[in-house]
């Protein structure tokens, strides 16, 4: 598009992981290194558009612009930056799975389905997604995913350990390569000073590693549920990357 005899590139990217003040201080001293440049960012939900304008005399000249700022950004970002354009966090990781040809199962307990519901947006997901297990009750985890009434008893159904041998049981049962389990306290209540409403445990398992990582969220039931579906669908794509 052209504005007062210029040419003028836009990009986007899509940044999740970190917050936008963080994020802005990083890229900040970029703008200052070409003055035909403008970088905005714009908050929405829980992740982040990063939108890059280069304007040039030509397209070429504008576009090598772009090339080399999106370099620069994809340096200090990272791995939070994990899309372009309109990319949705399922399509990334339903890509990675059918690119390494890895099968997944989910186990879902405050999600109550939710992260199964995500990844099957994405046409062409049932050739690695097996299927998903709500497992809400205690009973449930120990019958369908195999969680120890030991661990259950010591630990608590909302517990990095559960999470841990959700994921894992999953992956038996399933006979697949991949399972992701999700265990917490939702709201409004059931939350104690212990074990406070937000509270929430993502367990992975890939091909026989296991690991878990814990939240705090904040927001009414469906924000917290919602937000555990896209954090745990971001450590499941870190994850993959790092494979």
């Known amino acids: 598009m052209k504005a007062d005899n210029n040419i003028m590139v836009l990009k986007v990217l899509r940044v999740f992981g970190i917050r936008e003040a963080y994020m802005a201080e990083m890229v900040k001293d970029l703008i200052d ?9 714009y908050a929405k939900d829980v992740d982040i558009t990063l939108k890059i304008t280069a304007k040039g005399n030509t397209e070429e000249e504008a576009k090598a612009t772009i090339v080399k700022i999106e370099k620069k950004i ?18 990334v990781v339903a890509k990675l799975l059918l690119d390494k040809h890895l099968t997944i199962a989910t186990a879902e307990s405050c999600t109550g389905g ?9 046409p062409g997901i049932s050739e690695v997604f097996m299927q998903g297990c709500v497992t809400y009750s205690n009973e449930a985890k120990m019958q369908r995913l195999g969680v120890k009434k030991e661990t259950l008893d010591e630990f608590g159904a909302v517990s990095e350990q559960t999470a841990l041998e959700m994921a894992e049981g999953i992956t038996k049962t399933s006979e697949t390569n991949v399972g992701i389990s999700s265990t917490g306290i939702a709201g409004p209540g059931g939350g104690t000073e212990e074990k406070p409403v ?3 445990y993502v367990g ?8 878990a990582v814990k939240f705090n969220f904040k927001g009414d039931r469906q924000e917290v549920r919602q937000r555990t579906v896209i954090n745990a669908l971001d450590f499941l794509r870190r994850e993959l990357l790092n494979m």
């Open 33 to 41: 290194e070409e003055k035909n440049l403008i970088i905005e960012s």
């Open 74 to 91: 994809r340096e200090r970002l990272n791995q939070s930056v994990y899309g372009e354009g309109d990319t949705t966090m399922e399509e």
């Open 114 to 122: 939710l992260i199964a519901a995500t990844l099957i947006n994405y």
């Open 198 to 200: 937000g509270l929430v």
């Open 204 to 211: 992975l398992c890939i091909n026989g590693i296991k690991k």
